[in-house]
């Protein structure tokens, strides 16, 4: 379905993008002495429950243990959905993929043959940011689109170095697809690696595909420069197939997937270092989290949602729930957060951090998350939307979450309705086990006006994955 004179907004966008840009000669100055520096380490298909700090037993992640000693654990972080494009598109506009088109019925993500992407009206963290003077890079995993009208360097990111769509695509002759997830080896996934528009090497070798990223992202920290700067570290692991460079291989006692998280850690250790060694650490905010839970049909090949139900593609806590890390020493107080809070709510955040204005001219669904990290109050959200695809299944408020349908990630057909729909107090039973329906049916009837005024507030758009 399309959106009427999607031209008109398309312009709209860009106008307000360029307005923008015409007041930013202020904000750009005041830029280069006070706003902060951002990363974002955002990890693939990584579970609740696959880093020490958030309760594995075999995998050691001491750069990220320590991270959460000396930041903020937030243990009930989410992603914008439980697949990764969805999820992507929701983190870097703040928008829920619904609204700019980037989920489906039809097709859960995009892929190689894809001609749609996130289209330009979108405006995304990196334009943002750029257009008040900030440095921006992406590197790693887009998955935005990979026409060149959908790429980062169209999305406000000076620069590109990745694979621009999943590491398990672009199949060629071999083992089955599952066979070849679970025995990999290079030249059975024939994906691109990209140096902006470019493809600089195919099939990218994966198994120096941490470590390379990660020399990226300390080569761009490294850069002097007199503005502030944005890094969006979207690494391809702990996706399927699993590779991991000579160092970490056979190392972890949890296996191929144990030995992949360890050098993700290493990699997050080589950056916060390369930020103590040069002082950036005072003024960098650096946020470690996930797309998705674990892709658990892969069995030990896939991750762990640790205590949560479900994985990767499902609805329940275990889909969305992410482990995650705030860390800006001596801006941020070591804690716990247990609010609520989300992927969606980073564009608003970093926005007030640049001392932006988030656009006024369409739905956002974040929250700035300020008051939580510096501990001056709460945040304005109390409401996670769990969408399958283009249709929400279930809605949290509070300490309670309602499944109006439920259906497992992968492998189950169809749906089930639950009617009475389920219901959790999902800070006392965080696993999703008991069934509380019959008690509360006030809390049903709240959850089901929350979720008729979400709906009455989307609006149809051309939906990019199925083009
Ligand atoms: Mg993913």
Redesign the pocket.
């Given at each position: 379905m399309k959106i009427l004179n999607t031209g008109m907004i398309a312009m709209t966008g860009l106008l307000s993008v360029g307005t923008a840009s015409q007041q930013s000669a202020i904000a750009m100055e005041k830029a280069k002495t006070s706003n902060p520096n951002i990363i974002v380490f955002f990890c693939?298909?990584m579970g609740y429950g696959d880093i020490g700090t958030f309760g594995h037993p075999t995998i050691r992640t001491p750069n990220l243990d320590r991270m959460a000693e000396e930041g903020q654990r937030w243990t009930s972080f989410y992603a914008a959905a439980p697949?990764?494009t969805p999820?992507r598109a929701g983190l870097i506009t703040g928008r829920l993929p619904i609204r700019s088109g980037m989920c489906s019925e039809k097709k859960r993500v995009l892929f190689p043959d894809s001609k749609g992407g996130l289209i330009p009206y979108e405006i995304t963290i990196a334009s943002m940011l750029k257009n008040a003077g900030y440095s921006t890079t992406c590197i790693g995993k887009w998955h935005l689109g990979d026409q060149p009208q959908f790429l980062p360097n169209a999305h406000g990111f000076d620069y590109y170095f990745g694979i621009p769509y999943s590491n398990d695509m672009d199949r060629v002759d071999g083992p089955d697809y599952h066979d070849a997830c679970m025995h990999p080896k290079i030249d059975y996934f024939n994906v691109p690696l990209m140096r902006n528009p470019e493809v600089i090497e195919r099939p990218a070798d994966q198994n120096t595909i941490t470590k390379r990223y990660t020399e990226e992202a300390i080569k761009f920290i490294s850069q002097k420069r007199d503005n502030p700067f944005f890094l969006y570290l979207a690494h391809s692991m702990a996706?399927v197939p699993l590779f991991r460079s000579k160092d970490f291989a056979n190392k972890s006692l949890r296996g191929i997937y144990g030995d992949v998280v360890e050098e993700l850690d290493w990699s997050m250790g080589e950056i916060l270092d390369k930020l103590r060694e040069t002082g950036l650490d005072k003024n960098t905010l650096v946020i470690f989290t996930s797309?998705?839970g674990p892709w658990t049909i892969f069995n030990e090949n896939g991750g762990s949602a640790g205590l949560l139900k479900g994985g990767?593609g499902s609805t329940y806590e275990g889909g969305m729930r992410e482990p995650t890390i705030f860390w800006w020493p001596g801006k941020l107080k070591h804690t716990v957060i247990m609010d609520c809070a989300s992927t969606l709510d980073l564009f608003p955040t970093f926005c007030s951090l640049a001392d932006l204005k988030v656009p006024s001219d369409r739905i956002y669904d974040g929250y700035d998350l300020s008051p939580l990290m510096f501990g001056t109050g709460k945040s304005k959200r109390d409401v996670i939307f769990y969408s399958r695809d283009t249709e929400v299944f279930a809605v949290r408020k509070g300490d309670y979450k309602v499944h109006f349908k439920t259906q497992d990630g992968y492998g189950q057909d169809k749906p089930v309705i639950e009617n009475p729909p389920l219901l959790y107090n999902i800070n006392v039973d965080p696993s999703e086990k008991y069934n509380i329906a019959e008690k509360h049916p006030e809390v049903i009837a709240e959850m089901r006006k929350i979720l008729e005024r979400h709906q009455a507030s989307v609006v149809q758009v051309e939906n990019q994955l199925e083009k």
């Open positions: 693939d298909d697949v990764c999820s996706h797309d998705n990767k």
